[in-house]
C-alpha cells in the first residue's frame, strides 16, 4: 500500500479496497518503523491521526460526499499554522507557541478531507538549505543516511521520499521545495507568487515565500496544487484568478514545445554527473518533438547576492515581532524591558537567523539602503525581465534543479556562503515571481537522485506540469522507492 | 561569526558592478497593487485565544516590565 500514489489511494477507497483508517495505521506504522533513521517529523499525533481517518469512513459509509483528498495523509511544514497544534518553525524562540487559528492551506485540506497526519522538520524559520539549521532534529535523507536531504523543506521531503506520507507540503523561498524534492527523488512545485494564500505560514521573505506541493509524481503533485491554490482575501498578494483543473490537462502533451536551455545554468560548479543526467532528460524531450532553444539569463550569476539582500532585509522586519511580549520565547531573567527582548531573540534565535537579521538590518540601515536593499530589487527586475525575454522565446526553461546531489551532514555547516551556493539556478524563480518544479532525472552512481527543474512564465503551471509529465511518462525515475 | 559575515558582504557587494541607472527597483513580482477591503468590522479572535500564548499577562492584559522609570 506504501507505494501506492495519493491517487490509486483514493481510487482504492472509492471501490472500497481500502478504508481512510487501513491507510493511516499503514503509514503510522511505516513512522515507527523509519522515523529514528530519517527524523523527518516534529510532531505526530496517532490519536487524532486516526480519528481524522474513522471520521472520513463513517461519512464515506453514510454515503456522504467527500472532498479530492479523502483519507489521503498529508504531512505539514513546521512553518504553517495549525489551530491548536504546537507550530515551531523549528525554532526555540516557537517552542511553545499554540496557533489561535488554521493557515489557509490547511483549510484547504481539511476541506478536502485530507488526514493531516503530521508537523515536519526544517530549517529554523526556513532559513537553510540542509534542514541542519533546526534547533530540534537533523533530518536525514531516506537515500543516504549521512547525507541531508536538503532544505529547508527537508522533514517534508523526506517524509514522502522514505514512504511515511503520500504527500506533503513545503514552502519556497529561495529553492526550499525544489531543492530537497531533488536531493530525494520526489517532485516538488514552487508556485506562481501570488497562486497560493500565504495566510497562516509563518513569515520569512515574504515577497519571495510560496507553499507548494511534494509528492513521488506529477499527477499528485498536480492534485494538491489544485486543492491550495486559490483565492483568500486574507493574504492581500494572493491573485483572484481561477484555478485551472491541472489534472485534467495533465495528460496532453505540448505540441509544439520549445525548450530554453540557458548556458548559465550550466557553468563551473555543475557536478558532471549531473549535467548529464540533465542533457539525457533533454534528449527525452527532443525524441518527443521538442526544440531546444539557447537562452541568456545574463543576470542569473547575480541571482545569490540580490536574494541575500532582499530576503535578509524582510526577514529583518519580519523577526522583530519576536520580542518576548506576545507570544513566542521570554527570557527568565532581565534587567528593564530592552534587555528582555535582547535576551528573548538572543536565547531564542539560531546562528543562521541572527546572521541573516544582523545581514537584513545592515542592508536597510540609513547610509547602506541605496547601496544594498535599493540596488539590489534594481538588480530583482532586471532578473526579472531576463524571463519575460526568456519566455516570449520558449515555453520552458529546463536545467538542472541543484549543482549536485545531496551533500553530507555536516559538510556545509561551518560555510555559510557554500550552503548558499547549493541555491544557485532555484533562487532567481523566487525573485522573479515565477513557477518551477523539480523532477526526477536520474541517479549519480553513488546512488542519489538527481532532480530537473522546468521553469514557466507566471501563472503558466498548467503547461509546466503537462511539460513535466511528459517526461515522467517516457522515464521511471519517478517510481524507485528509497530503502529506509 | 563576524568573519562568516564579512565574507557575505565580500560576496555581495559583486552587485556593485552592474549598471542599474535607469532601473525601477522591483520591491514584488505580483501584479496585485494597494488591494483593500470594504472598511467593515469582521470577527476576529476573543481576548482568551489571542491571549493565550502571552508569556505574562494579567487580566486581559500582556504583561511587561516597566517601560517607564527603570
Known sequence: MLNLTATELLQKQAAGDLTAEAIALAYLQRLRETELRVQAFLAVDDADVLAQAKTIDARRQRGEPLGRLAGVPVALKDVLCVKGRRTTCGSKILRNFVPPYDAHVVTQLRAADAVLIGKTNCDEFAMGSSTENSAYQITRNPWDHERTPGGSSGGSAAAVAAGQAPLSLGTDTGGSIRQPASFCGIVGLKPTYGRVSRFGLVAYGSSLDQIGPFAHDTRDTALLLEVIAGHDPRDSTCVNQP?????????????????????????????????????????VYERLGATIKPIALPH??????????????????????????????????????????????????????????????????????????????????????????????????VGPTSPTAAFKIGEKVSDPLAMYLSDIYTISANLAGIPGISIPCGFTKAGLPIGLQILAASFAEEKMLRVAHMHERETDWHTRRATV | MATQLSAIVDYINQLQSINTDGVEPLAHASDVHDVFREDVPIPSLPPAEALANAPARKGDYYRVPPVFGE
Request: aromatic share 12%.
Open chain 1, 243 to 283: 484555478v485551472p483543473e491541472y489534472t485534467k490537462t495533465l495528460d496532453q502533451k505540448l505540441a509544439p514545445l520549445t525548450i530554453g536551455v540557458a548556458k548559465e545554468y550550466f557553468g563551473e560548479g555543475l557536478d558532471p554527473e549531473i549535467e548529464q543526467s540533465v542533457r539525457d532528460a533533454l534528449k
Open chain 1, 300 to 397: 542569473s550569476p547575480y541571482s545569490i547576492a540580490t536574494y541575500y539582500l532582499v530576503a535578509t532585509a524582510e526577514a529583518s522586519g519580519n523577526l522583530a515581532r519576536y520580542d518576548g511580549v506576545h507570544f513566542g520565547h521570554r527570557a527568565e531573567t532581565f534587567a528593564g524591558l530592552i534587555d528582555m527582548m535582547k535576551k528573548s531573540r538572543g536565547e531564542g534565535f539560531g546562528a543562521e537567523v541572527k546572521r541573516r537579521i544582523m545581514l537584513g538590518t545592515y542592508a536597510l540601515s540609513s547610509g547602506y539602503i541605496d547601496a544594498y536593499y535599493l540596488k539590489a530589487l534594481k538588480v530583482r527586475r532586471l532578473i526579472r525581465q531576463d524571463f519575460d525575454r526568456a519566455f516570449a522565446e520558449c515555453d520552458v526553461i
